[in-house]
């Protein structure tokens, strides 16, 4: 028996909390940098919304494989990130977005060095597709996304779970649908299928899924995400609740006391809540504060993930119109 | 109001874009998990091979082989009917197996023996109360399942298995030319020839010989992959013959005598001191009260929790090519102490380099790493011998002598060097000082001097003497090996220069061996 494994303090905990999450549709974020590119908001024409957030994501419980257990090799795993974020309205119906994020990493045991460095350049086009009144109470928006990513240093994947990333490049498909009422009801679903490049080890070979490769290229398994929202959006606040999972589709689980693979079959559902409240007497300064728990998952931490920060929004269309 | 808009043109932008999404990243993700090697067609039959010297045997008599029938024999005509329908009636799989297995045995079964090694490559995951279990070979599917086939584990298996089957095809080869039963393919004409035509008399098969050596002491070796390695061996047995290469009596003898030469190093295995080489509680602690002893701080593991010491009295179990005595008067001279000033600064050096790395550093760090779930170092050399051993078209016992002076060499490397890590009980960087990070995982056991280090040094040394042309080649890896551990913050310099010359003083005994083994 692998039992070092502290099975399930929290277990009956988090299955209230999941039950309550899908009970009530809660919605979620379905990766740190992420926001404004799974909801259902648009900016308006020539109007830019940009600042920087702060995320700290830690676990000392995870999932070998399906495993539960702590690691005295790792202790707590903390990962951390400074993300400058923009988001620009070209049109009313088509949003630029670019994330540029600086992460560290740290073990809280052991003797493993965090690593730290500018981790993926994210780039997306948000764009609506639909636009539908209902009624007089608010409108159904169908919105599409086209994100991708690309590693802006050439970090190791293979240090994992300290490493900055998978180094993989990415693209992935969106698809969003979301009710905002004219009280402020705001519901939104989204779906999100991601393609990932291979990924280049320093090695010329690794173990993993049963078998020895006899390469430095690391085959990596594509990505489906889904997530819900509801909650409150008008007047510049926003008070949501979310849940989403994501499903990894293939890769191998994580060997009994071997450290994460960078293509092991990644599976996570949480939940969690999102804040955004305007900053009092400044106008267009709206302050973020989000939280997510991973409460179920394989080949993954059951992270508890802390994002705040600052967003300004800038019309430059009302510049432009004195 | 939420304006009322024309959602036609951006319906249809939207499914564009997504159909770019989905169509553009289709590309292959087919990773290579063999070799892509030629066929074999040896530059030289090595027809003499079978005088040789040998290492364990007393010489290629000590196995018998009977004569085989002759080839008018009835019972020989319908063996090679059997082979004309088999080939008659290829399928797909018969043929892959055969263009696998044409590349040489000697080859294949190596690339598959680094599996096994990165499979079990485990170390087991602690009991609740902080205590470790241990592998049981008695129940070796059970967990922690047996082996953990760790660097010192690894190497006393590839040496085994690679001088075993040295031992067997020497064996053969004296057969083969004492009977020289031609192939059946030249035997009779209408039987083709699916692998490259050789001079090599077919009674008994080379690569029956193979598959049994093998098959036995994989299977002793890695009980758990039982059933991969049977059917690897049926492989290479039925590609031997469909290929018209071998016929069911040249397979019959050659499977006898890999079983005998196999038995005959699995009984000198089973006391090499192995069995010994965990140690008890009570050697842990003496080792530790040594070093006090000796005014040194001793090595503690920094596993969490603290795990026993990794086979402390692998120095002890019984080397290819030196004596005990050989290994005592091999051992390195003692580390700085742990109270000196060259440790205070070796220890800093170690700090500054591991926190100032470069990229190309780090990328030396994972290259070397050969942790949990690889084929270890010994078997990165494995791999590094492999393009050379193919590109010189060898004859299956030239290959076969490759990998067992090879694998001798870094077997006694690492019997040295685990004899000279537990006599000094050095602690690792990390230990005298906390603030050290590691870039790679830290092994469990004394510091002084550095495994990679001396498994590289006595490999390098052996397959620049095999193969001169890729002398620098060899030396440079080596030197890539060993500073490799310096950068991973697990090794201090000392650890790596002295282990780097011990480890090629090892690989000299190897080579004294080789120049008068009679295959020159």
Known sequence: ?322 | MIPKTNNLPRLLSLAVFFALAFSSSSCSKDIASTEVLPALTPANIDANAGSWKMIVLTGPTQVSVTAPGATGDPAYQSELATIKSGQANLTDAQKTAITYWSSGGVLRWNEIMRELVARSDLPPSPNPDGSYPVPNPANPFANPQYPFSNPPYAVRAYSNVAVAQYEALKVAWYYKFLYNRPSPSKVDSSIQSLMPTTNVPSYPSEDAVESAVNTVLLTLLFPTSVDEINAKAAEQQQAALLSGRASPSDIAAGVALGNAVAAIIAARAATDGMKAAGGTSAIWQALADGATARGEIPWISQDGPPRPPMLPLFGQVKAWMLTPTDIVNERATPPPSTSSAQMKTETAEVKSTVNNLSRDQLATVYKWADGVSTPTPPGHWDAIAAPYISAASYSEVRSARVYALLNMALHDAGVACWDTKYFYFNPRPSQLDPEIKTQTGLPNFPSYVSGHSDFSAAGADVLSYLFPSGATYFNAQAQEAAMSRLYGGIHYRSDITVGLAQGQRIGDYTIRFAKADGAN
């Open chain 1, 1 to 322: 028996m692998i039992s070092l494994v502290s099975r399930s303090r929290h277990k009956l905990h988090r299955k209230i909390l999941a039950s309550i999450c899908f009970a009530l549709l809660l919605p979620l974020c379905p990766s740190l940098h992420a926001q404004t590119i799974d909801d259902g908001i648009m900016l308006a024409n020539k109007t830019l919304c940009a600042g920087a957030l702060y995320s700290h994501d830690s676990w000392d419980h995870y999932w070998e494989g399906s495993l539960e257990r702590v690691n005295g090799n790792i202790g707590t795993v903390t990962t951390q990130s400074l993300t400058m974020a923009a988001n620009y309205g070209i049109t009313n119906w088509l949003d630029a977005i670019i994330n540029v994020p600086y992460v560290w990493t740290n073990a809280s045991q052991g003797v493993l060095h965090g690593q730290a460095g500018f981790q993926d350049l994210a780039l997306a086009v948000k764009f609506k597709a639909i636009s539908l009144p209902v009624g007089h109470h608010g409108a159904l928006r169908a919105i599409g996304v086209l994100y991708g990513t690309i590693p802006m240093t050439n970090y190791t994947p293979d240090l994992q779970p300290l490493s900055l990333g998978a180094n993989s490049k990415t693209i992935s498909g969106r698809a969003t649908l979301n009710y905002l009422g004219q009280r402020g009801l705001y519901i939104n679903g989204t779906a999100a299928y991601t393609f990932r490049g291979n990924v280049t080890l320093d090695r010329p070979f690794y173990y993993t899924n049963g078998q020895l490769f006899l390469s430095n290229e690391v085959a990596m398994p594509n990505q489906f995400n889904f997530g819900t929202s509801v909650g409150y959006r008008k007047n510049n606040l926003e008070i949501v609740g979310n849940y989403s999972q994501q499903q990894t589709r293939g890769g191998g689980d994580i060997r009994p006391q071997d450290a994460p693979f960078v293509s092991n079959r990644v599976n996570f559902s949480k939940a969690g809540a999102t804040l955004k409240v305007p900053v009092p007497k400044l106008k267009n300064l709206q302050y973020w504060f989000l939280y997510s728990n991973t409460f179920q998952g394989r080949n993954v931490g059951q992270a508890n993930t802390i994002t705040t920060g600052l967003m300004y929004t800038f019309s430059f269309e009302k510049r432009a119109t004195p």
